[in-house]
């Protein structure tokens, strides 16, 4: 077993309503007296987390980080280590979506190591030791970040994904009742994030018999209930998607993420597409595309029938007959939560922005796609998605 998957098997998870309460205890098992708060002010208020943290901080020095971006910077990253090292605090906690998680990921560690942040990101140093422990309070169901050992950070306009061992949360804190609040349009994307991460494992070149589980179970949460999040949210549904959320981090943790997410990234940064839309936008496309594997363009060790077997469960899994069936599936998922669901949809409909999405793909990304990309092939995707509406 690898040393990420050690951690995650010692981390401690509370996936329940009122699990925000569970702070409580933490705070008091390690006598925590100092607390540096990642927190999104706008969430906290709206999910009710403020009461409940009040409460439990009532006796610990708290140094708050709450003016950042969404999508994390790595300036916003070093302005927190420099806050962090001035109050040198017992412990991390991170309220909020995959934002505030990931920016307590990289503060908390990238703060007690002797290199240079910017160097680590870039990957020209590494980590060379843990930080204080850190809670994860997500109030949105869809990225799973409290469960995966990486972050994700954009430098000068490039996005880079920090991956170790101690980036994994000490605690997670997945209390649906924080998700009640949230606005269709936030409901939407994130859940499409989760539903997209879960497709993304199962046809990963980096899933084992684990992750499948795991994208199993999330991808069928997600087909069940993401919509009637969306249009008709109840308890059950809130839950059902925190579950969905979850679960693809811990699946994506293992597996890693492949093209759709690749290629959501210059989506986001080029077209301000949120993250959970800009990569469902292409996910039924490129399940066309790796359905159609060969023996000389599978990058998948385990060979094309393994892959075509993966492409199978995904076709089941949507209640499809067929590869062309199932991609009308996730466009009407798309659909249904008011989002676009095609690039013509969302305004990307000329060849030279085409062009430039391909330019700014993440390339390790695209390594963990089963069937190997050119710049040629995704045009033809990009271009080919749009006649099919």
Not at 22 to 34: D, G, N, P, Q
Not at 48 to 64: I, K, M, Q, R, Y
Not at 195 to 210: D, H, K, N
Not at 212 to 227: D, P, R
């Amino acid at each position: 077993m690898s040393e990420a998957l050690q951690k995650a098997s010692l981390s401690s998870v509370t996936l329940a309503p009122a699990a925000l309460s569970e702070i409580t205890s933490i705070l008091s098992k390690h006598a925590v007296k100092r607390v540096f708060l990642v927190v999104d002010p706008v969430a906290s208020a709206a999910s009710g987390a403020d009461t409940v943290l009040a409460d439990a901080l009532n006796h610990c020095e708290v140094t708050p980080f709450s003016k950042f971006q969404l999508n994390p910077k790595l300036e916003d990253v070093q302005r927190g280590i420099a806050l962090f090292r001035d109050n040198d605090p017992e412990m991390v906690i991170a309220l909020g979506g995959g934002t505030a998680i990931d920016l307590a990921k990289m503060i908390g560690t990238l703060a007690v190591q002797s290199n240079d942040a910017r160097a680590i990101v870039l990957g020209h140093n590494q980590i060379q030791c843990d930080g204080p422990p850190l809670v994860a309070v997500p109030t949105t169901a869809g990225t799973g970040s409290e469960a995966t050992h990486f972050a994700v950070v954009y430098v000068d306009g490039d996005k880079y994904s920090l991956a170790d061992p101690t980036l994994l949360p000490d605690y997670a804190l997945v209390d649906p009742l924080l998700t009640h609040s949230l606005p269709a349009r936030i409901t939407a994307a994130t859940g499409l994030d989760a539903f997209c991460q879960a497709i993304e494992s199962l046809w990963a070149v980096g899933a084992t018999e684990e992750s499948c589980e795991y994208a199993t179970q999330a991808a069928l949460l997600s087909i069940g209930h993401l919509v009637s999040s969306v249009q008709n949210p109840t308890p059950e549904s809130r839950m059902a998607m925190c579950q969905a959320s979850h679960l693809a981090g811990k699946a994506i943790d293992i597996s890693k993420t492949t093209a759709s997410h690749a290629l959501s990234y210059p989506l986001t940064s080029l077209h301000g597409l949120p993250h959970g839309i800009a990569v469902a936008l292409t996910l039924a496309p490129m399940l066309g595309f790796n359905s159609e594997v060969t023996a000389p363009d599978c990058v998948d060790p385990r060979g094309v029938d393994y892959v075509r077997r993966r492409i199978s469960t995904i076709v089941d899994l949507l209640g499809a007959t067929d590869v062309p069936s199932a991609c009308k599936k996730i466009r009407s998922i798309l659909s249904d939560t008011g989002c676009p669901a095609s690039l013509v949809e969302a305004g990307i409909t000329h060849p030279s922005q085409w062009e430039q999405i391909i330019r700014g793909v993440n390339a390790e990304r695209m390594s963990n796609n089963p069937r190997r990309t050119t710049s040629d092939s995704l045009l033809r995707l990009l271009s080919e998605s749009n006649d099919d509406q």
